[in-house]
């Protein structure tokens, strides 16, 4: 049976096959240390932990739930969407619950993407974005997030470029990998740009809570609903990403676009994941100081580190990760692989992200202390 055309366009996700290489050299008796994923390592609030058992344990709620999540659950998101953000949203038409915001850049993507319209990917940035849009037949267009420019969009750039097609931006700040911070100068901005050229804007925001002086939304910018969605998620703010348990918030125009595909494509989130969702939104700010002290702890140790492989790096830098750039001339796939087989530690290298990544390294901070310390002592 031949497969799609669609799979031609596309390569298998590069943690997936990396997990496997690295799965056999612990067979072989390698002890690796993985510090090239942003996988949660800690647990979620007990508090949540205790109302996802309370909801598997109602007996009556085993059946399809709501496409559109619990009432509760929504209007749970739209409460944390005020309190954190200054964001009004109807809980009841501009918020849609998905099983994870990846889910959601497929959701987005079908809703709105005809073979042949294209759409802007930063360069450096999340593979998704990019591989949905080929798995559609629609034509990404990278536009450049470069360090000297503090990984953010250069507009004047992007503006040489053909335009005439394109129906979807992808933005994500706080930034993934490059750790540039959320400012609402430049949500202001990508607004303008977006209205300018007609364009959905959608902004990916999993790591606002992470590290950030104060987390913002793209929602909170005067008429950014006409023209921008924005995704978020639970499981990086509460280390819950095994639940999947993501949201999509906008105008209603726009969210009822969406579940027409949704609708299509699941059946709804299981009952006790939402009870346990909206107990980690209404958990108190004490919990977001608690993990940036123990993030900014591990930090320090991500940084020297870096500094032992010879990488420098911005210590403003915000999110899960830190980017760090290797001396001139260091090929980032060759020192990953370098690492990953002589010192028994995986680094994620920064060219799976987009040519502007290369030359650098991305370190996750979900890693325990002992476990950095041992980095450390690998390297003496």
Known sequence: MQAADRIN???EYYFSHKMREIQSLMKQGKEIINLGIGNPDLPPPPTVIEALTQGANDLSKHGYQPYKGLPELREAIAIFYQKHYTVTLNYENEILPLAGAKEGIM???MAFLNPGDAVLVPNPGYASYATVAKMLGAVPILYDLKLQNNWLPDFHDIEKKDLSKVKIMWVNYPNMPTGAGASYE??????TFAEKHQILLVNDNPYSFILTKKPLSILSINGAKN???ELNSLSKSFNMAGWRVGMLAGAQKHIDTVLKVKSNMDSGMFYG???GAIAALNIDTSWYIKQNTLYK???KLIWQIASKIGTTYNPDSVGFFVWAKLPEGQNDKQISDYLLQEKAIFVTPGSIF?????GYLRFSLCVPENTLLNVLDRFK
């Open 9 to 11: 366009t596309i390569e």
């Open 107 to 109: 959701h987005i993507s």
């Open 186 to 191: 430049l949500f202001e901005e990508l607004i």
């Open 227 to 229: 023209t921008a969605l």
């Open 273 to 275: 994941l939402q009870t």
């Open 297 to 299: 702890q591990r930090r």
């Open 354 to 358: 987009g040519s502007n990544g290369k």
